[in-house]
């Protein structure tokens, strides 16, 4: 529900105080719509940062870190897992026709390319590089990737991004705000 709201109202602020209201509940809801490419104006660079910041007692405060790159990376999965779907059943014009599928014809030709040219291998490399993250997920699904491999690929990816971001994200945010 939260999700849902978040996705309506478009409002990252909304997302932070939501984060602080209901913790990891919040967290599973906004990433699953994060890895379904719904959250454009709340992306996980921001969310996880602003989660770790938001729950944890400390920067080496390991356990709450731990279980929020693990509610991240599940939920993410998630999201990732119903838009590999719907373009494995939809198909390419199905998709382009939705007005919330914010990828136009040009860029989902050259993300097909990509997938054409290295295979499944780009699953995770491309959930693991800012810009490109869930990009490869339509093509591997227009592709007909197993389901289960498809899974596994994206988690380990996202894995290797939710923690980079957990652990380096809100370090990052400090240091940006000291310069300020």
């Given at each position: ?18 984060l602080?209201?209901?913790g990891l ?6 990433m ?17 940062p ?12 390991y ?6 790159v693990?509610?991240?990376?599940i ?24 007005r ?6 040009d ?9 054409d ?30 389901g289960r ?22 370090r ?9």
């Open positions: 529900m939260v999700g849902v709201g978040l996705f309506f109202v478009g409002n990252e602020e909304l997302a932070e105080q939501w602080n209201q209901y509940l919040a967290l599973f809801f906004i699953i719509l994060e890895g379904a490419m719904l959250l454009y104006f709340a992306p996980s660079e921001a969310v996880v602003v989660a770790v910041t938001a729950l944890a007692d400390s920067p080496t405060d356990d709450t870190i731990v279980a929020i693990s509610v991240s990376v939920a993410a999965t998630i999201g990732q897992y119903a838009l590999f779907l719907l373009a494995k059943r939809g198909g390419r014009e199905y998709l382009l026709e939705k919330w599928f914010r990828v136009d014809g860029q989902l030709d050259r993300f097909d390319g990509w997938f040219r290295w295979g499944p291998v780009v699953v995770p490399v491309s959930n693991a590089l800012l810009f490109t993250r869930g990009m490869l997920t339509v093509p591997a699904g227009f592709a007909e990737m197993d491999k498809f899974v596994v690929l994206s988690a380990l990816g996202t894995l290797v991004f939710e923690t980079v971001l957990a652990l380096l994200g809100p990052i945010f400090r240091a940006m705000l000291g310069f300020l």
